[in-house]
Nanobody, 126 residues
Framework: QVQLVESGGGLVQAGGSLRLSCGPS????????MGWFRQAPGKEREFVAA????????SYADFVKDRFTISRDGAKNMVYLQMNSLKPDDTAVYSC???????????????????WGQGTQVTVSS
């Protein structure tokens, strides 16, 4: 029902920061839970962070806790991932995902999402 487009990736040195953005094409995120996932070369896709459609609830993978922050702006109809203290191990393609939910819950399981962006590359050099 929604088409997602990510932006904000790039090359950054270890310890630096990037802010990823995800926005819809043609539709809003109303009643959609959102998540960020990443996939590095030779590795499986892994959960990074998620946020409920209201923005009141968030969850994070242990390896990004206290470094990354997921947020959403209803007025701009955007979802963000602020990434601080980046490490070389954070290098991956980052994708956002959305799924419609009637209940205000976070969704961490990628199998529950039915809308995906094509991803944005994040490369962290040492």
């Amino acid at each position: 029902q929604v088409q997602l487009v990510e932006s904000g990736g790039g090359l950054v040195q270890a310890g630096g920061s990037l802010r990823l953005s995800c926005g819809p094409s043609g539709r809003t995120f109303s009643s959609y839970a959102m998540g960020w996932f990443r996939q590095a070369p030779g590795k499986e896709r892994e959960f990074v962070a998620a946020i409920s459609w209201s923005g009141l609830h968030t969850s994070y993978a242990d390896f990004v806790k206290d470094r990354f922050t997921i947020s959403r702006d209803g007025a701009k109809n955007m979802v963000y991932l602020q990434m601080n203290s980046l490490k070389p191990d954070d290098t991956a393609v980052y994708s956002c995902a959305a799924v419609r939910r009637a209940i205000n819950l976070v969704v961490n399981n990628p199998l529950e999402y039915d809308n995906w962006g094509q991803g944005t590359q994040v490369t962290v050099s040492s």
